[in-house]
Every structure is written in structure tokens, then in C-alpha cells.
């Protein structure tokens, strides 16, 4: 048998198999272990201590801290082209960079599976298995890759191209809006926030940018001083990639004054929604800036004090700063248009770019599903006229392969659609290749239906 194709259940059996005094553990107790002094995961029901592992990590410390204390089975394994199962097996392997078994375990046993950690962001929904479909998008994608050459992270030169662009253009709108009071400038921050934080920051935190730490430093720190915290988008957004619009998924499932996903709770005042949504909406990316801290400093004990101390240094200097001095320096009207302008371009931008990537397609909650169905079913994928919008929008129009594949590269996301297309045609799981007009279609005929209570 292929190793790229090692069987996850199978592998599970054989570990259980190897050791059977390992002791039991369940969700609460695994969920304790959720950091940098105390760090375990699970795999296919086997858990393991990474706390020495760490900083031995080829994709880096920070991509692990965000899953701490979780089950990391079918996120892990498809960031990688063989299962990471083919050396967690090996004695070697794991003593050599500090990795021990220390337990089995304990399937769901309440009602609501979901919820297995003792925070939110460290719920996990457990699959259906075994996942023919994904093993073979894994084992011919990956074997695609390595075939034609193509790069798995981007390249250095690529990589500062990116940097240099993206924090000359913030700086100008920084400079242009707050500094000389030009409005055009704030209205042009949002598409310009929106790309660099999609496109660089994005891509820096699912592991898919450079290899180079300093470099990935610089990017994923677009985040904070465009105004959010990457380590507190980056544990949110690994929930929403482990089960996307599910009860689990913290960045579509909090209830809110708007219902824009099936999964959220519905209240009578969301008939109103079509009515005030637009009004509601823009308020998205001043509030944003505020939890996005407090969660960073204050709520997610993964995040590390150097990171902590990294927010706060960006988003000072890149963000706080400019908007104070620009209430110094012009007068209070101009900096209030201003600062209205800005929020209202990343809130609006952000919702017909970032907010529409799934369309109004979901599977029931309670489904029983292997995760790579959950991952089509639940995105897709639409179609732009201007090769320099995807290459700005970082590819991310190509949602689904980016669901089944988060840690590439963007610029492959293109090259292996065809294959992915081939492949859910193959197991009968609808592929969506839409255009964008259609999908905004989509999205508001679902914001209309879940404001009136429809499912």
C-alpha cells in the first residue's frame, strides 16, 4: 500500500493496538493542554504530547498553538501530502523531536458533539471515516504538485514584492487620509486593507507564504495594523476550516443583529434585517478592531506574550497613531468623515468579498459527512474577468480548493481545479463553479430566506 494513502482509521486501530495501556482521556481533559508549557493534540484518537516539538516545527510554532489542546486530525492531514499518521507512527521519528503518546482518545459522548474543548475555539466536529474522496484529492493534487514542479510556499522575491506593495499602499492611504485629509484615500483603504490582509496575512498564517520567519512575521502583522489581531483571526478561522458554517464555526456562528447563515440562532427581529442590515453592517470592522484585541490580549491563552507584544506594536504604530494625529492635525469634521469613510469601505468591502466565499449551499448540522464533502458542499469557487483582481484577492475566489487545501500557495489554487473538479465529479459531490454576479445573487436570496425563518 501506497504511504500516501495510509488508511486514518487503520492507522488509529494500529496505535491503540501497539500500546493498550494507554490511559483514556477525553475532550475537557485533552482541552487543558492548550498551551506553549503544556501542549497535547489528538490524531485519529491517539493523543500526543508536541510541547518539545514546537519550536522543531518545519511550518513553524505559531501555525500549531492555534489547535492545542483539539483534535487536529482531518485539519492536519490536509496540510500535508502523505499522512502525518506515517511518522507519528514511527518510534524514531517521535523521540527524536520530543513527541510522546500519552493517550487515547474518548469518543463524543453528549449529545451535542460539537462542542469537545473547553473553549469555544477548540471545538472540533468529529467526521465521518473513511474519506475516499479526500484521500485521493490528497494523494493526486499532491503528486500533481510534485510532478509539474510547482512551488508549495512562494518564493522570496514573490514574497517581498508582496510586502513591499502592500505596506507602500497602506502607508499612502495612512498618510493621504489621516495625515492630509484627503477622503478618496480613507475610501481606498478598504479594498487595500481587505488584499493585504487576505492575500499576505491570510496566507502567512495557513502556512502558505515563505519560509523564511522574519518574512512571515512581516506579513501576518498586515492584520494588526490594518486595525484587526492575526492571532486571534488566525484560532477563529482554523475553527471555520475544521467545520465551516456548522454551531462550531466562530466565524459564522455567534448570533448577531444580522442572520446571514442557516446555522445562526433566529430572532424576531431578523425579519427586519433586508431593512437595516446595510445600515448594521458598516459597524462590522469598527467592532472587529476592538474584540480582535481584547481576545488577542486577554481571552486566548494560545497566544504567546511575543505575539501579544507584536499586536500591539503594529496597531499602534500602523493604525491607533495615524487616526489620533489625524484629530491633531485637521479639523474634527474632516477627521469623523474620514474615519467614517474608512470603516464603512473595509465593512462593505469585506462583505461582498470575504462574507460571500460559501454561498447559501450547507449541509445540515447534524450530517454525518466525511470532512472533505463538508469542505465542497459548504464553498465555492467563482469566476473573475481580471487576472490582476485574483492575483490582488490573493486566488481566494477559488474557495473550494482553498478549503481542501489551506496550506498551498495560492497561485496553484488555478492549476489544480481542474483535478479537483475531476475528482468530486468522480464521487458525485457537486463541485460550485459560479460567476461572482451569481454568487452575490445567491447570498442575498439566503439573507432574504433567513430573515423570514426559512432554512
Request: no cysteine; charged share 20%; aromatic share 20%.
Given at each position: 500500500m501506497n504511504a500516501n494513502s495510509v488508511p486514518?482509521?487503520?492507522?488509529?486501530?494500529?496505535?491503540?493496538?501497539?500500546?493498550?495501556?494507554?490511559?483514556?482521556?477525553?475532550?475537557?481533559?485533552?482541552?487543558?493542554?492548550?498551551?506553549?508549557?503544556?501542549?497535547?493534540?489528538a490524531y485519529n484518537g491517539v493523543i500526543y504530547d508536541v510541547t518539545r516539538f514546537l519550536d522543531k516545527h518545519p511550518?513553524?510554532?505559531p501555525i500549531?498553538?492555534?489547535?492545542l489542546g483539539t483534535d487536529i486530525t482531518n485539519t492536519l492531514d490536509s496540510f500535508h501530502d502523505v499522512h502525518v499518521s506515517k511518522f507519528l507512527l514511527a518510534e524514531e521519528f517521535r523521540s527524536r523531536n520530543g513527541i510522546a503518546v500519552v493517550g487515547r482518545l474518548l469518543p463524543g459522548t453528549n449529545e451535542d458533539h460539537n462542542w469537545i474543548g473547553l473553549h469555544d475555539y477548540q471545538s472540533r466536529r468529529e467526521y465521518q471515516v473513511p474519506d475516499p474522496m479526500g484521500d485521493e484529492l490528497r494523494r493526486e493534487v499532491f503528486g500533481f504538485l510534485r510532478r509539474e514542479k510547482l512551488p508549495l510556499k512562494k518564493s522570496l522575491p514573490e514574497c517581498i514584492v508582496l510586502l513591499v506593495l502592500f505596506y507602500a499602499l497602506y502607508i499612502a492611504c495612512l498618510y493621504f487620509g489621516f495625515i492630509k485629509g484627503y477622503w478618496i484615500a480613507c475610501v481606498a483603504m478598504g479594498p487595500v486593507a481587505t488584499f493585504m490582509a487576505v492575500n499576505v496575512g491570510h496566507t502567512v498564517t495557513h502556512g502558505g507564504f515563505s519560509n523564511y520567519p522574519l518574512v512571515n512575521v512581516l506579513g501576518r502583522s498586515l492584520w494588526d495594523a490594518g486595525g484587526y489581531a492575526s492571532c486571534c483571526w488566525d484560532i477563529e478561522h482554523q475553527a471555520h476550516h475544521q467545520a465551516p458554517h456548522t454551531s462550531i464555526d466562530l466565524q459564522t456562528a455567534p448570533s448577531t443583529g444580522l442572520r446571514f447563515f442557516e446555522h445562526q440562532r433566529a430572532s424576531w427581529f431578523h425579519r427586519y434585517q433586508m431593512y437595516y442590515m446595510w445600515?448594521?453592517?458598516?459597524?462590522?470592522?469598527?467592532a472587529s478592531w476592538i474584540t480582535h484585541s481584547y481576545n488577542t490580549l486577554f481571552k486566548y491563552p494560545s497566544v504567546l506574550r511575543s505575539d501579544?507584544?507584536?499586536?500591539?506594536?503594529?496597531?499602534?504604530?500602523?493604525f491607533l497613531l495615524p487616526i489620533t494625529l489625524s484629530f491633531c492635525l485637521l479639523p474634527l469634521g474632516t477627521s469623523l468623515r474620514n474615519?467614517?469613510?474608512?470603516?464603512?469601505?473595509?465593512?462593505?468591502?469585506?462583505?461582498?468579498?470575504?462574507?460571500?466565499?460559501?454561498?447559501?449551499?450547507y449541509l445540515p448540522e447534524d450530517?454525518?459527512?466525511?470532512?472533505?464533502?463538508?469542505?465542497?458542499?459548504?464553498?465555492?469557487?467563482?469566476?473573475?474577468r481580471s487576472a490582476l483582481f485574483e492575483w490582488l484577492?490573493?486566488?481566494f475566489n477559488f474557495h473550494i480548493e482553498h478549503h481542501l487545501f489551506p496550506g498551498l500557495n495560492p497561485s496553484v489554487y488555478p492549476k489544480i481545479q481542474p483535478l479537483v473538479k475531476a475528482i468530486c465529479k468522480r464521487h458525485h459531490v457537486r463541485y460550485k463553479d459560479i460567476t461572482y454576479l451569481e454568487l452575490v445573487s445567491s447570498q442575498v436570496r439566503a439573507w432574504r430566506r433567513y430573515a423570514i425563518g426559512g432554512n
Open positions: 486514518t482509521d487503520r492507522v488509529a486501530a494500529e496505535t491503540r493496538e501497539s500500546d493498550p495501556s494507554l490511559p483514556w482521556m477525553d475532550y475537557a481533559e485533552l482541552g487543558r493542554h492548550n498551551h506553549s508549557k503544556s501542549a497535547f493534540v511550518g513553524g510554532k500549531i498553538l492555534t489547535a445600515f448594521l453592517f458598516i459597524f462590522y470592522s469598527p501579544k507584544t507584536l499586536h500591539i506594536g503594529f496597531k499602534l504604530f500602523g474615519l467614517f469613510f474608512f470603516a464603512i469601505s473595509m465593512s462593505y468591502f469585506s462583505l461582498f468579498t470575504l462574507f460571500i466565499q460559501h454561498e447559501d449551499s450530517e454525518k459527512e466525511p470532512w472533505s464533502v463538508r469542505q465542497v458542499v459548504t464553498s465555492v469557487s467563482w469566476r473573475s484577492f490573493g486566488y
